[in-house]
C-alpha cells in the first residue's frame, strides 16, 4: 500500500486509501485492489448525500491489481466523513478527513508505479484535461510542479521535439517524430514550469519518414517554451512524451521553408490555415509567406486523344473557395474535378460546380473546350489562399493535380477576376447565388473594411447651416468639374444657400483633383470641400461618406458627369420636400446630350428571362413628349440626381453598400424609403443634362457586363416581393402602356 498520509489526518473502519494533495485544494484518495474493478465503486456522505465535485479513474496495474482514484475537494472548516466501496465489490468502509490534516503532496513516482501504458495514458488525460477543468488547477504551481514531474518520470529518457520556425511574435512552428502505429492524435498539451495548456490547433501529421517515423508539426505559443518544456500527444490508445529543448533564436517561416528544399503543399496549407485564425499579424504573415514561397503553378497537358485542363481563377475566403478554368476532354475520360484540403484531401463539388462552352488558345490557335466554375462551401480561410488545389480525376482512377498560379491578394482585383470568370452570355442566376455570389459579397466586404475618409480639403470658408448639401462622387473622370462648378456658381441661390462636396474615389487623382478644385474656386470664389478616400469603394461608399460630411438636412447626390443648364433648379426640387406626402426624395428630368430624355423617373419591369430590371420612364424621346413633363410619385428616381430628406436617408441606412462598383444602389436606396412609407417624387420643371456613365465605363470590371447581372440578380433577390407589388398594384405608377417600346432599355440599370 502507498503511503501518503498519517493516520491521525484520516481515520477509517475498514480499509484506508492514501490520501495526498494535488494542489493545496484538492486531495487525491488512492486505493490498490487485488483484482481489476469493472465498476465505479460509489463514494458518499454518511448521509448518503452525493459528493461534488469529484472524480474517478481506475488505473490497470501489470500485475492484474486496479489502482482506485478519487479527486474531491479538500473538506475547509470541521472533519467530514465519507462511505466509501473498497475492498469487496458491495462492502462500504467509512472515512473521516481532517481538514487540518498535515497532507502531503502526491508523490510522481509512486502514483505510476506499475500502472500499464494504457493507465498512464488514462491517467495523464485526465489531469491534462477533465480533472484540471473539474477543480480548476489551471493556475495551481503545486499542480503544474506535480505535472512536469509525472511527465518526466514516464519516459525515462524522452526523445526530442524540435521548434524549426517563427511564425509570428507569440507562435512557432514545432516538428517532432512519432511511431507510425501511434494512430490518430486527439490532443498535443504543452508542460513547463510556467503551466500546461492544450494546443488550439490540431497538429499536421506529414507523410512517412525514416525508422518507421512520421513527421509532426505543431504550432505553439512562444510564451512557456522559452526555456524547454514537454509535449505529451494522447491518442486513442497511446501516450507520447517528446522534450522540447530550449527555444533558440528562430529563422522565419519562410526562411525556414525555402532552407528545407523540399516541397510539401499540405504542410504549406496547414500553416496558412492556422496563422489566417490568428492576429492581423498572423495573417499578414500568411500572406507573406504564400507570395516569398510559392507552389509551383501546374496544369494537365494532353494531347493524342488525353484530357488537358488547368485551373486559372482560385479565391479562398471565409465563405468557401471559388474555382474556375477549363478543361477538353476528346475521348470523355474525365469523371470530375475535386478541390482539396489542406490535409490534401479530395472534396467533389457536387451542386455547386457548372460547366459551359467555351475556346482557349493551343498553339496559336483557338480549340473548343468546357469552361467550369465551382464553389465548395467547407474549405474557408480568413486570409486569401492564393493557391487552391484541385484535381482531375479520370474514369480509369488516376488523378492529375493543377494548381493555378499565385492569385492576386487585393480584394478588387479579385474580384475583377471573379467577374471575368463566366462570359456574360452563359451567366444564369444559379450560378451567381451558388457559386459567385458568397465569395464576391466576402471581397466586397474586405475592399469595403480598407474604403475610408482620408482626408479633407476645404477651399474657402464653408456655410456653418446651408440649406442643401451637394455631394458629387469622382471617380478617375474630371472633365465635367469645370463646367459644373460652373454651373453652381452661376445660380445664385446654390452659390449663397448650398455647400459642395465632392467625394474623391480614385485617390491616386488627389492632388491633380486638388489642384483643378483649387484653380476653380479661385475663378468663382464659391467654397468647396474635396474628401479623398483611401481608395476606390464603389458608388455607394463615396456618397455615404459624402453624406457623413454633409452639414444640411436636405443632401443632394449628384453624379459628376450631370450637368445643370438653368438657373433654380435645386431651388425648386428643395421647395417640393416634405409637406403632408412626406416627400423624402425628389428627382429631376434628365437629358441625353442632343436634348432627348434621359430619366423622367425610374420603373422595374421583368425582361423577356423574368428577370426584374431599373427602366426610365420616356427614355429617348423628346424633352417635350407630354407625360414627360406631368409632376407624379414615381416608383422611384435616378442617383445621378436625387435630393433627399436626411432624416429618411439616415434611417434606411443610406446607400446599401454591398452592390459591385455602382448598379442598382439608388434603386435599393428607393425601395427602402418606400418601404419606410415615404414617397418620391418626379419634378420635371427641374431640367439637367447627364453625360451618361462616363465614370462608370472607365471601369473595366463594368464593361464586362457580369458586374451589372449580378447587381441585378443582388437587388431583385432582395425586393421582388415588393416589385411584384408594384407591377400587380400599379402602386405608385407603373409605366404607361402603349407609348414607347422598351426594347432599348433591357439591362438599363440607374
Known amino acids: 500500500m502507498l503511503e501518503f498520509a498519517s493516520s491521525d489526518a484520516v481515520r477509517t473502519t475498514g480499509d484506508a486509501p492514501d490520501v495526498c494533495l494535488l494542489n493545496p485544494e484538492t486531495l487525491l484518495l488512492i486505493w490498490d485492489m487485488p483484482t481489476r474493478l469493472w465498476a465505479v465503486p460509489k463514494l458518499e456522505t454518511t448521509e448518503g448525500k452525493a459528493i461534488s465535485p469529484q472524480a474517478t479513474l481506475r488505473l490497470p496495474l501489470n500485475g492484474g491489481g486496479t489502482r482506485l482514484l478519487r479527486l474531491i475537494r479538500r473538506p475547509k472548516d470541521e472533519p467530514v466523513s465519507f462511505l ?35 493507465g498512464r495514458l488514462s491517467l495523464m488525460s485526465a489531469l491534462l484535461g477533465a480533472w484540471a477543468s473539474m477543480f480548476r488547477t489551471r493556475r495551481s504551481k503545486s499542480y503544474t510542479a506535480f505535472l512536469n514531474k509525472l511527465v518526466s518520470e514516464i519516459v ?93 533564436v528562430l529563422p522565419s517561416l519562410s526562411r525556414w521553408w525555402l532552407a528545407r528544399g523540399k516541397s510539401d503543399a499540405d504542410l504549406r496549407e496547414y500553416i496558412i490555415g492556422a496563422m489566417a485564425r490568428g492576429d492581423t499579424k498572423a495573417r499578414k504573415a500568411a500572406l507573406e509567406f504564400q507570395l516569398r514561397c510559392p507552389l509551383s503553378s501546374q496544369r494537365v497537358t494532353g494531347g493524342g486523344g488525353l484530357p488537358s485542363g488547368e485551373v486559372d481563377l482560385a479565391v479562398t475566403t471565409a465563405r468557401g473557395t471559388l474555382i474556375g478554368g477549363w478543361y477538353r476532354d ?36 483557338t480549340v473548343s473546350a468546357t469552361g467550369f466554375v465551382g464553389f465548395y462551401r467547407d474549405i474557408q480561410s480568413q486570409v486569401p489562399i492564393l493557391q487552391p488545389r484541385s484535381l482531375m480525376r479520370l474514369t480509369s482512377g488516376s488523378r492529375h493535380l493543377m494548381v493555378p498560379t499565385a492569385q492576386p491578394i487585393d480584394p478588387a482585383e479579385a474580384r475583377a477576376r471573379i467577374l471575368r470568370a463566366v462570359p456574360p452570355q452563359h451567366l444564369t442566376d444559379e450560378i451567381i447565388e451558388n457559386c459567385l455570389a458568397p465569395v464576391i459579397g466576402d471581397l466586397q466586404q474586405k475592399l469595403l473594411a480598407a474604403a475610408k475618409t482620408d482626408l479633407t480639403i476645404e477651399f474657402g470658408e464653408q456655410l456653418k447651416e446651408p440649406a442643401v ?21 452661376c445660380d445664385p441661390w446654390i452659390s449663397r444657400y448650398c455647400e459642395v462636396i465632392y467625394v474623391l474615389d480614385s485617390p491616386e487623382q488627389a492632388e491633380e483633383c486638388e489642384h483643378l478644385l483649387r484653380g476653380l474656386h479661385l475663378l468663382y470664389d464659391m467654397p468647396m470641400r474635396l474628401v479623398v478616400m ?35 433648379w435645386l431651388e425648386l426640387m428643395a421647395s417640393k420636400m416634405g409637406g403632408p406626402q412626406d416627400v423624402a426624395a425628389v428627382g429631376p428630368k434628365l437629358l441625353f446630350e442632343d436634348g432627348s430624355l434621359q430619366h423622367a423617373g425610374m420603373y422595374f419591369a421583368r425582361n423577356e428571362r423574368g428577370q426584374w430590371l431599373n427602366h426610365h420612364f420616356y427614355k429617348g424621346l423628346p424633352d417635350q413628349f407630354r407625360d414627360a413633363n406631368v409632376e407624379r410619385s414615381v416608383p422611384g428616381i435616378t442617383g445621378a440626381c436625387m ?79 415588393m416589385l411584384e407589388d408594384f407591377h400587380k398594384n400599379d402602386v405608385p405608377q407603373n409605366r404607361p402602356q402603349n407609348r414607347v417600346s422598351d426594347k432599348d432599355d433591357q439591362g438599363e440599370a440607374a
Open 84 to 118: 466509501a466501496e473498497a475492498g469487496t465489490l458491495g462492502r462500504k468502509d467509512e472515512i473521516t478527513i481532517d481538514p487540518e490534516g498535515d497532507f502531503e503532496f502526491a508523490n510522481a513516482s509512486m502514483l505510476l508505479e506499475d500502472v500499464t501504458p494504457s
Open 156 to 248: 525515462d529518457t524522452p526523445q526530442r521535439a524540435k521548434a524549426v520556425a517563427k511564425l509570428s511574435d507569440q507562435q512557432i512552428l514545432i516538428s517532432a517524430g512519432l511511431p507510425v502505429a501511434f494512430g490518430d492524435i486527439e490532443a498535443v498539451y504543452i508542460v513547463s514550469s510556467f503551466g500546461f495548456r492544450r494546443l488550439a490547433v490540431p497538429p499536421h501529421e506529414s507523410s512517412e519518414g525514416p525508422q518507421g517515423k512520421k513527421q509532426t508539426y505543431m504550432i505553439a505559443d512562444r510564451d512557456g517554451t522559452e526555456n524547454g518544456a514537454y509535449l505529451v500527444v494522447t491518442g486513442g490508445r497511446a501516450l507520447a512524451i517528446r522534450h522540447l529543448a530550449a527555444t533558440p
Open 330 to 365: 476528346p475521348a470523355e475520360m474525365i469523371a470530375s474535378i475535386d478541390i482539396l484540403d489542406s490535409k490534401g484531401t479530395a472534396h467533389p463539388f457536387g451542386d455547386g460546380f457548372y460547366r459551359y462552352a467555351g475556346n482557349v488558345m493551343d498553339d496559336d490557335r
Open 469 to 489: 448639401s451637394i455631394v458629387v462622387p469622382l471617380y478617375r473622370v474630371l472633365d465635367f468639374l469645370r463646367a459644373q462648378v460652373g454651373a453652381f456658381a
Open 534 to 568: 483611401t481608395r476606390n469603394g464603389g458608388y455607394a461608399r463615396a456618397c455615404n461618406s459624402g453624406a457623413e460630411q454633409a452639414r444640411s438636412d436636405l443632401i443632394a447626390m449628384l453624379n459628376s458627369d450631370v450637368i445643370p443648364y438653368q438657373i433654380g
Open 643 to 721: 435630393l433627399l430628406h436626411r432624416g429618411a436617408f439616415n434611417d434606411v441606412g443610406g446607400f446599401t453598400e454591398d452592390y459591385v462598383i455602382g448598379d442598382y444602389e439608388d434603386s435599393d436606396l428607393c425601395l427602402k424609403i418606400r418601404k419606410a412609407d415615404f414617397d418620391i417624387k418626379y419634378v420635371p420643371d427641374a431640367s439637367l443634362y447627364h453625360f451618361e456613365r462616363k465614370s462608370i465605363s472607365t471601369h473595366t470590371d463594368y464593361m464586362l457586363g457580369v458586374a451589372t447581372q449580378y447587381n441585378a440578380w443582388l437587388h431583385a433577390s432582395r425586393w421582388s416581393d
